[in-house]
């Protein structure tokens, strides 16, 4: 296959109509009514390539030239979900080795991050290769570019259940999203990676004791938290472990406290690994930490504890997070109702 | 035994005096935590203040030049919707609906309308998978008229059929050319061993937004024996998250919706503006979800969500909205993602999901007005956010938003009435007056 660099130095590509190879096709136009809604005013490049692709599909040919011609189309419209559909009908029937192909989707992949046909094809030809360890990489960098792409991640996600069982390509997996974490905590889809990581993919070697994993995720999450308090992804992932494992919430009872009243300049720190305390100059009250322990009165149930429930929504309602007052005396009407 | 019921209610009665008894005192108590009055007061003035904060006009002539644009050209920048120009139809005409622009004086003549509808059933074809639209012509291999079958390469799009049946109930076409058995042949062909559905019956993406249409499809016709509905159901339980959301497909992080690709240098068409060619029926997968589950004929006699499942997703849902402060006003726009920025589109994928969960009276509406004000863009259309350019995608759906949230309480500069839309149906998203006809119609059984 030619590479797009090559050609790119004789400047704009020739038109498949100006092209020898090409003479004996005859075009398909794109035929339409008198009234279309509407057209798009195609550039005399895409036009012509189109008018070549639906010439080949017509006629069915899976040659060399049809990977040249699709290659063309896909890089003027990465969605043209049939070019790329005929491409790897064209790839298969060739027998065209789906190495030298990956190296061109590794460059289109970050070109057209955001375009779903770049990550599927990319699923096919890894399904039919089975080499998923140097896809890791490719993530990695793909990360590099945007860290919270959905397509990227989605992938990553795709690749792990689909080789579940393939240990060398699981072994580092915490480490990574540890990392990714690390980078930023507020990246919602590194925390998402973290969870179908660790609960959403069976159980790996080394994590059969769940007692100790719940422990694990439980501090790495409030050590997270105590670097940056106000971090919603964070917190959510504190109730996703409890609701997982099916952990009362009370069980973060003293760790959420500190973080629901102001800081203290006073405050003399006791070193306590299990309830890391807020950092200096956070920004307190937490509103998701008031959430939590709103929720943690509510799971408990009696009179009392609901009534603390109440004036924490109530705070949260009045004062720390305005713009949803109205959920807050929803869940405290609520809370009063159901006794 | 009428004594009984009389002594029950009684007793209910009290019981229900009792807890607003307890309900009054407790909205007088002062928060514990920090017991601040001042602040209080402070906040509730700020609301009011917020109250009084008037709303620039809604440029619904802008918007409805904008959408009329788009439907007679696009700029060869719009390359990448070749393969979803239906969908494009769609929300331009759905623009246009809710405007109110297609029937009044100023509506499109009725060639026009005609021609459009003619474009649209062009768009229908069949084969040996059944019968659907196709998103354009752009892979048509014979001429349109010539009614041959398709081939491989121009099979019918599910998204694009689900958009191509509202876009023809909008125009009021009676839908004595569809073909409802080919279609129900065509949803079969399309869902796959774990529930989902293909967007073409050949190969294509899968994911919940081609459930959703599949869903959509089989409520209008009021047929719903071409889906396995308790498969589809399994996998949209698939796709939930430990949020309370749902993903595009199962491990899939939960989103209000798939990104739109950035904007990038666009040429410009005359007056035509728009965002570099968004991702159309891009579905806030969390909607997607929800809607489908509500739309689903019920086998049991619970809700399709239980209590606690619908306590979380409310919770995720009403967290997206945003608080934004600028100058006195706050802009409460939503995001799609935890720890996202506000986009125009969410506002609909989110609130239409709380409205489907009734839980509509949660959301702040003054906000989210004031968000999408700022919206707009000064030559019609309106974009994801603020200094972004317009398309039909984020117009249609910030409108969509405003007919089920109209601000309130509504002060305007000038036009307060332009803010003003006709009610929707957000399980079918169109106004209730085009839903009401495409299940009429589609199904044949109301004439
Ligand atoms: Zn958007």
Redesign the interface.
């Known amino acids: 296959m030619k590479s797009r660099a090559d050609s790119e130095e004789d400047q704009t590509p020739a038109l498949f109509s100006e092209r020898p190879e090409w003479s004996d096709v005859v075009t398909?136009p794109?035929?339409?009514?008198?009234?279309?809604?509407?057209?798009?005013?195609?550039?005399p490049e895409?036009q012509d390539a189109?008018d070549y692709f639906?010439a080949i599909?017509?006629s069915q040919e899976h040659s060399e030239r049809v990977l040249d011609l699709t290659e063309h189309l896909i890089r003027?419209?990465?969605?043209?979900?049939?070019a790329w559909?005929?491409r790897y009908e064209t790839l298969l029937a060739l027998s065209s080795p789906f190495e030298t192909e990956l190296e061109l989707m590794n460059e289109l992949a970050v070109k057209y991050l955001?375009?779903?046909q770049v990550w599927?094809h990319r699923r096919l030809l890894i399904t039919h290769l089975r080499t998923p360890q140097p896809e890791l990489k490719f993530i990695e960098r793909c990360l590099q570019v945007d860290s919270?792409?959905?397509h990227t991640?989605?992938y990553r996600?795709?690749l792990l259940?689909h080789f579940v069982d393939n240990e060398d390509l699981w072994r580092d997996e915490l480490d990574f999203v540890e990392n990714a974490i690390g980078d930023d905590v507020?990246?919602?889809?590194a925390w998402?990676?973290r969870?179908?990581v660790v609960?959403?993919?069976g159980v790996r070697p080394g994590d059969e004791d769940r007692a100790r994993v719940a422990r694990r995720e439980l501090t790495f999450t409030k050590q997270t938290i105590s670097l940056a308090p106000n971090?919603?992804?964070a917190w959510?992932?504190l109730?996703?472990v409890l609701?997982?494992m099916k952990l009362p919430y009370s069980l973060l009872t003293q760790f959420v406290k500190p973080y629901?009243?102001?800081l203290d300049p006073k405050r003399i720190d006791i070193v306590d690994l299990e309830n890391p305390p807020p950092p200096p100059g956070a920004q307190l009250?937490c509103v998701h930490a008031?959430e939590m322990l709103a929720d943690i009165h509510e799971q408990a149930g009696d009179k009392d504890n609901i009534?603390q429930a109440?004036?924490?929504w109530?705070?949260l309602a009045?004062?720390h997070d305005?713009?949803?007052?109205?959920?807050w005396e929803?869940r405290?009407?609520d809370a009063?109702?159901s006794r | 035994m009428v004594l009984i019921i009389q002594i029950k209610r009684l007793v209910a009665d009290i019981l229900s005096i009792l807890?607003q008894f307890?309900?009054a005192r407790?909205a007088k108590?002062g928060?514990?935590?920090?017991p601040?009055s001042e602040?209080?007061s402070e906040?509730?003035s700020?609301?009011r203040k917020m109250d009084e904060i008037q709303l620039p006009p809604f440029n619904r002539s802008g918007h409805a030049a904008h959408a009329r644009r788009?439907?007679?050209?696009?700029?060869?920048s719009?390359?990448?919707?070749?393969?979803?120009?239906?969908a494009?139809?769609f929300y331009?005409l759905g623009i246009l609906d809710l405007l109110g622009d297609l029937n009044d004086v100023t509506a499109p003549p009725q060639w026009?309308k005609?021609?459009?509808i003619?474009?649209?059933w062009?768009q229908q074809t069949h084969g040996k998978y059944g019968s659907g639209f196709r998103p354009s012509?752009?892979?048509?291999?014979?001429?349109?008229e010539s009614n041959l079958e398709y081939?491989d390469?121009?099979a019918p799009h599910l998204i694009m059929t689900y958009t191509a049946l509202l876009a023809l109930a909008i125009l009021r076409d009676d839908f004595s050319k569809l073909d409802r058995s080919g279609l129900i042949t065509f949803l079969r062909a399309c869902q796959r061993e774990d529930g989902s559905f293909m967007?073409?019956p050949?190969?294509?993406?899968n994911d919940l937004r081609t459930l959703y249409c599949a869903f959509a499809i089989s409520a209008m016709l009021d047929d719903w024996s071409g889906v396995d509905v308790e498969r589809a159901k399994a996998f949209i339980a698939s796709c939930r998250?430990?949020?309370g959301g749902y993903?595009?497909?199962p491990?899939?992080?939960?989103?209000g919706t798939?990104?739109?690709?950035?904007s990038e240098p666009f040429q410009c068409?005359r007056l035509i503006t728009l965002s570099s060619?968004p991702?159309l029926l891009t579905g806030g997968t969390t909607y997607i979800a929800v809607a489908s589950l509500y739309l689903a004929p019920s086998s049991t006699g619970s809700g399709p969500l239980t209590a606690i499942e619908k306590a979380q997703t409310?919770?995720w849902l009403?967290?997206n909205?945003?608080?934004v402060k600028d100058g006195e006003a706050?802009l409460?726009g939503f995001a799609g993602?935890?720890?996202?920025p506000a986009d125009s589109c969410y506002c609909f994928w989110c609130g239409a999901a709380l409205k489907i969960l009734k839980?509509d009276?949660?959301?702040?509406t003054k906000?989210l007005a004031l968000f999408l004000a700022r919206c707009q863009f000064k030559f019609g259309g309106i974009s994801k956010f603020e200094g972004e350019h317009p398309d039909p995608y984020h117009t249609y759906l910030s409108m969509a938003a405003l007919s089920m949230y109209p601000p309130s309480p509504l002060l305007a500069e000038e036009k307060p009435e332009s803010w003003k839309f006709p009610v929707l149906d957000p399980l079918l998203n169109a106004r209730v007056e085009t839903a009401e006809w495409a299940k009429k119609n589609i199904s044949g059984k109301g004439q």
């Open positions: 398909v794109q035929y339409e009514t008198d009234t279309p809604i509407a057209p798009i005013l195609y550039s895409y189109s639906r599909v017509k003027l419209n990465p969605a043209h979900y049939t559909q005929y955001k375009t779903y599927h919270k792409n959905y991640w989605s996600q795709w259940s507020r990246n919602n889809s998402h990676h969870h179908f609960f959403g993919c971090n919603l992804s959510n992932y109730r996703g609701d997982t629901t009243v102001p009250p008031i009534l109440v004036e924490l109530k705070s009045n004062e305005t713009m949803r007052v109205k959920y929803h405290i009407r009063l109702n | 807890r307890l309900w407790f108590l928060p514990p935590l920090l601040s602040e209080t906040n509730s700020s609301r788009c439907m007679s050209a696009l700029p060869r719009q390359i990448e919707l070749d393969a979803s120009r239906l494009l139809a331009n026009q005609d021609g459009w003619n474009w649209l062009a012509p752009f892979m048509t291999l014979h001429p349109l081939s390469y121009d967007t073409t050949k190969d294509g993406e998250t430990y949020e993903g595009q497909a491990f899939c992080e939960a989103q798939r990104f739109q690709p950035k068409l060619a991702r409310v919770r009403v967290n909205q945003t608080a706050t409460g993602r935890t720890g996202k839980y009276g949660l959301i702040e906000p």
